[in-house]
T-cell receptor, first 114, second 114 residues
């Protein structure tokens, strides 16, 4: 079955320290992978996406993610957290085959401490 | 394009009343998704359409919920009768039929059933 697992439901970091949000997927096909961010009381905004080009993908606000096929992972990182990064982050996988074109992870809530 | 447009942004209704949420997808997009988000259950896929045809409605919680897409530019999600446990933020999203493209989300409708 196709699935996405976000390994941490909540991550807390200090301002200025690195951020790591983990995502693993299961797939029999080559996926497209996305990270979305949702700030409190807001809609979902695309941070970045991987679509079989470069395995290291850069997104908005200094975030990046690396696709590792051997580990079936697509972890999201940022070198230095900012207070404005506090939000909910969703890892999303898409397949061209199968019955469900989008599969969401359960989300990781990022807290940034001053 | 103005993006995915949802209306209303906020809806407060009394238990037992009918509620209709509306969505206008991005022109040219083939897929339309309806999601529900609550604190307890997170982001849930309710139903999605491909070329105006419902493909998977297994996420619709019960028969009180129904969704239609009469044409490529309009979809509705109806709850009849509404109950307090239906209170949530409902998101609509659309996407092309290419698996490597992201879904674009509307700003959501915050529904409160009292």
């Amino acid at each position: 079955a196709q699935s996405v697992t976000q390994l941490d439901s909540h991550v807390s970091v200090s301002e200025g320290t690195p951020v790591l949000l983990r995502c693993n997927y299961s797939s029999s096909y080559s996926p497209s992978l996305f990270w979305y961010v949702q700030h409190p009381n807001k809609g979902l905004q695309l941070l970045l996406k991987y679509t079989s080009a470069a395995t290291l993908v850069k997104g908005i606000n200094g975030f990046e993610a690396e696709f590792k096929k051997s580990e079936t992972s697509f972890h999201l990182t940022k070198p230095s957290a900012h207070m404005s990064d506090a939000a909910e982050y969703f890892c999303v996988v898409s397949w061209n085959s199968g019955n469900t074109p989008l599969v969401f992870g359960k989300g990781t809530r990022l807290s940034v401490i001053a | 394009d103005a993006g995915v447009i949802q209306s209303p942004r906020h809806e407060v209704t009394e238990m037992g009343q009918e509620v209709t949420l509306r969505c206008k997808p991005i022109s040219g997009h083939d897929y339309l998704f309806w999601y529900r988000q609550t604190m307890m259950r997170g982001l849930e896929l309710l139903i999605y359409f491909n070329n105006n045809v419902p493909i998977d409605d297994s996420g619709m919680p019960e028969d009180r919920f129904s969704a239609k897409m009469p044409n490529a530019s309009f979809s509705t999600l109806k709850i009849q009768p509404s109950e307090p446990r239906d209170s949530a933020v409902y998101f609509c999203a659309s996407r092309t039929d290419r698996g490597d493209t992201e879904a674009f989300f509307g700003q959501g409708t915050r529904l409160t059933v009292v």
